[in-house]
């Protein structure tokens, strides 16, 4: 199950994990991304580590889109989806690129009221992995896939009850997103894709221009902690460029983000030991031996052979939910079973991966319309390079702050990936002064997790007993999170 | 609920928490041991701190057993118990006293092979919480009571799977144990303890001869990291004064378990940080103005500020098992819910109260004969004041080791209460030497933990996503942990 997770750009200084349980393992995107890393803690690549947002604030131009939101309606609703939605949706292309033949894959879950609800981009990171199969169809989407991998059920604790949520497949080469001049891959990173989110918001807004004043907000989880706020800077640049509010962007979330490298590392190392899971020898030895800052070029022998030994200890449970079970993956189920939303099923991935290359679903989507050479998969094959990803995006986040923009920083706690232990000490980087001391905060009578909100506008929360994909774990806790981000409120006292 | 979960001897420095939720919350016990603790830590009480182990070894004298073995089988099997029962089971009291009229009760639940497997003592912590209830009811034995309260199904991971488990309610004044002469339970004590617990002993193998021969061990969890070793430390000085094998003891295995206070307490306070319950500011003062020495006679007023908030972030979750659901009381059910063993229901404490309380339940045990003026409860309120905890069983540790006695330290990874963190702290103290690195090691093709095993015969083991009660939250896992520990082999890879 493990080859078909998000594999995120996150192992540091020892080979990449590749995770492989009991047989079934796609190793592909495992790989590449194994490359990616070396070569950022190496520095023996081509991967950029500046920053380069000053580059950030091209005109991005707006192609006509008249009549496409009519189109892009899901009339009859998904395949297999049950009965009752009382909310539209809409899915499709918006070209970046006409010469490039660039295009970006979109699915839009209108809430049910949506002229009251504000407006929400989800991301997903990787780099490379979909927010189609991830963010919309395994946890924060209005629908979850039934075991069947053929059929869908009602996630009661969907996003789209807070507000109109909006799924980007980004960048090109990433799901059902594309471009017919395959060099377009050549020049994935950090800041293409930044730039080509916001050209497809600009158009996307021209799409549907009933959204275009509406309140917006920004969030993702995973290395989304990149593409979150590198999109609200381009936001915010080109505002400030044109002297006016093109976009109304009010806010952005991020949960088990990567936002700074020389803490996320010892950090996930940390709560290795902390969680116990590696050795004492182990962890004093990354200690010691490791080199997390953002110059190091190389790290040394016994560097290497910590993380090894770490990799090894950790590699055989899911990582990015410690303590759930595997998937005992065994094909699908001929009658779906019985579902519970509150329990997430690990073979989920299984499901998605199924019900999204139907080519039923594709049409119902209006999705897949250029014949793709390949079968969608939850992360891409198609970009092998990353060409630049800055160390740290914690600049952006009190740029934000100075100007009104709210942040949540959340972690699911039982991540190991990119664990709440790395993002507190990424947040004390910051020297922020606290406004609201560390509390628990409550969903249905029982502790969601912890908050602190910070002097500024940035709160932090935890969410009790997630873990990397907060909503497919703690739904219920999940949609207390969005609902009070996006109410500007601090997460509820019992 | 939480009113009635074993309240362990394990506060510290702050006034110790009353576990309570929703309404639901006796108080009685926990304001006893709340004493206790403060006695402890702040020099203030008649508690003695230091060890009093050359004091053991009085001579236990064995009074005549005849025909008791055979009147304490439960011939009928036990009240409301399922069908298929295909190994004996017997209980009742061995006087330790017959002046004071000081009886300890036991039930001792045999293996469908009796004589082909060693024999295994349980004890439970507190002090003063029961073996019968908490062990033996909704831990490692052989059956679990209904969400009815008044019936019974099968742990198919009950211990007596691998060997002939003896639990032992203790000391008198805890569960169905007595003493007519009330005087008696002011000498309650770890030492008391220990040589009524010896006594018990030399009266049961006199009744039940066929085990004097028998490989034996000696486990318990929480508090009982105090009980096992003393009474171990018992069996092997009665051994040597008498110059033969009089109990057969092979190895004791302690779970969760207080052993030294000064690693302990900073260790549940680190666990509290890193699994982000408390503050960095809350763990920053507990370490700077927290004296955890067991000479400290009092704590300044930073100390219990830090400590008190710490509480007050803790309280509102099980901290006995930090990711589980709270219990919804509402009373029993008419039917029994479906029961999954391993899925533990948080309100069985509920259950086994009212199992344990009903007349018809108490007869089979053979239990409660003197007619005690009390109802019987999982903690004793019977015992307020405890004499003697020395701050560190360690030495006796390195004993056993010395001596060929194995030792297995065990911990269920998302207890909060005595979390592995202090655990790993107190075996740092012994500064042993690796003889099997740290590794993962496997139940049910997941990892069920790990493992490290020292020189000289003691092996760590962690229980992945168990808490406090390994058994109940683990049971597949605790029954690999037992089986691995009485065979004396190293917990299996996969």
């Known amino acids: 199950m493990e080859g078909l ?48 947002w000053e580059s950030f604030g091209e005109v991005a131009r707006a192609l006509p889109q008249h009549g496409l939101k009519e189109k892009d309606e899901i009339v009859g609703g998904l395949h297999g ?44 990171g990787g780099p490379g ?53 395959t060099s377009d891959y050549e020049l994935s990173g950090d800041s293409r894709t930044a730039s080509d989110a916001y050209t497809f918001l600009i158009n996307w807004f ?27 800077y381009q936001v915010l640049s080109h505002n400030q460029k044109a ?15 990567v936002i700074n490298d020389e803490t996320d590392g010892p950090g996930m ?22 080199d997390f800052s953002p110059n190091a070029t190389s790290q040394n022998q016994q560097c290497h052979d910590a993380a090894r030994e770490a990799d090894k200890n950790v590699n055989p449970i899911d990582i990015y939910n410690i303590y759930a079970p595997l998937c005992n993956f065994s094909g699908f189920t001929h009658k779906p079973h019985k579902r519970v939303v509150l329990e997430f099923d690990p073979c989920t991935d299984y499901y998605v991966d199924n019900y999204l290359n139907l080519p039923e679903v594709q049409k119902a989507f209006h999705a897949n319309v250029t014949r793709l050479n ?26 934000f702050m100075a100007n009104g923009i709210r942040v949540l920083v959340y972690s699911g706690d039982t991540d190991g990936r990119v664990p709440v232990t790395g993002t507190r000490y990424s947040l004390n980087m910051l020297n922020l002064s606290v406004k609201t001391p560390w509390y628990p905060w ?38 207390t999170l969005v609902n009070a981000f996006l109410k500007g409120k601090p997460l509820p006292r019992p």
Request: hydrophobic share 35%; glycine share 10%.
């Open 269 to 290: 190392y940390d709560y290795f030991w902390n969680h116990a899971f590696i050795s004492d020898e182990t962890i004093g030895a990354i200690h010691k031996y490791c």
């Open 374 to 399: 390949y079968p969608w998969s939850a992360c891409s094959d198609i970009i092998t390079h990353w060409n630049d990803s800055p160390s740290t995006i914690l600049p952006l986040l009190k740029d």
């Open 442 to 479: 409550y969903t249905r009578k029982e502790v969601g997790g912890y908050s602190v909100i910070y002097n500024g506008g940035l709160t932090f929360a935890t969410v009790r007993g997630a873990g990397h994909e907060v909503p497919s774990y703690q739904p219920a806790r999940s949609l």
């Open 206 to 232: 021209e799409r549907f221009p009933e959204y275009k004043n509406r309140d917006f907000y920004i969030s993702g989880e995973s290395y989304a902690g990149h593409y979150v706020p590198q999109l609200a």
């Open 81 to 124: 989806q049950p009965e009752g939605v009382e909310f539209k949706q809409y899915a499709g292309y918006v070209t970046l690129d006409e010469t490039a033949g660039r295009a970006l894959f979109y699915y839009f879950a209108e809430a049910v009221d949506p002229l009251s609800k504000p407006l929400l981009l989800w991301l997903n």
């Open 129 to 181: 992995c979909s927010s189609l199969g991830y963010g919309a169809m395994e946890e924060l989407g209005p629908f979850r896939v039934q075991s069947d991998g053929k059929t869908l059920y009602k996630n009661r604790y969907a996003w789209n009850k807070a507000a109109n949520v909006l799924f980007l497949e980004s960048p090109a080469g990433v799901g059902f997103s594309y471009s017919n001049t």
């Open 243 to 257: 002297g006016k509010t093109i976009i109304n962007l009010k806010g952005i979330a991020i949960g088990n983000a």
């Open 5 to 52: 997770r998000k594999f995120v750009f996150y192992s540091l200084v020892s080979v990449a994990t590749v995770m492989c349980h009991f047989g079934t393992c796609e190793a592909g995107q495992g790989e590449a991304l194994t490359k990616l890393m070396k070569a950022k803690m190496t520095g023996e690549s081509r991967v950029e580590m500046v920053q380069k």
